[in-house]
């Protein structure tokens, strides 16, 4: 039986207070079921910096300075589809 090859997801968080990141940790242990269907790359779980590529890519943040802007242009370059998560990356604001 061949193995169903994992979706790689990884995560970044910009200018914000870090809250929807907290969220998804919140979920306690039902993280261990999802790790069966992905694997993450850059997020709190693996304290990797920089991103490989990735199928999907979850921001949360805005965008207040040019160091958020280059992680997010490198972000992207990795990512075949970007998701933004929470009001500061969907509305352009910081907390």
């Known amino acids: 039986m061949t193995e169903k090859k994992k979706l790689r997801i990884a995560t970044t968080s910009l200018a ?3 809250g929807c990141h907290m969220s998804i940790l919140d979920i306690d242990e039902r993280l ?5 269907l992905v694997e993450f ?3 709190p779980l693996t ?19 040019a160091e958020n802007v280059h992680v997010l242009r490198e972000f992207r370059k990795n990512c075949k ?12 604001v910081a907390a």
Do not use: Q, Y
Not at 54 to 63: A, K, N, P, Q, T
Not at 81 to 92: E, H, R, S, T, Y
């Open 32 to 36: 261990f079921p999802l790790l069966e």
């Open 16 to 18: 914000g207070c870090f």
């Open 81 to 92: 589809v970007l998701i933004a998560i929470g009001a500061c990356a969907i509305n352009g």
């Open 47 to 65: 304290d990797i910096k920089h991103c490989g590529p990735c199928d999907i890519g979850i921001v949360e943040g805005g965008i207040c300075n």
């Open 41 to 43: 790359d850059r997020s």
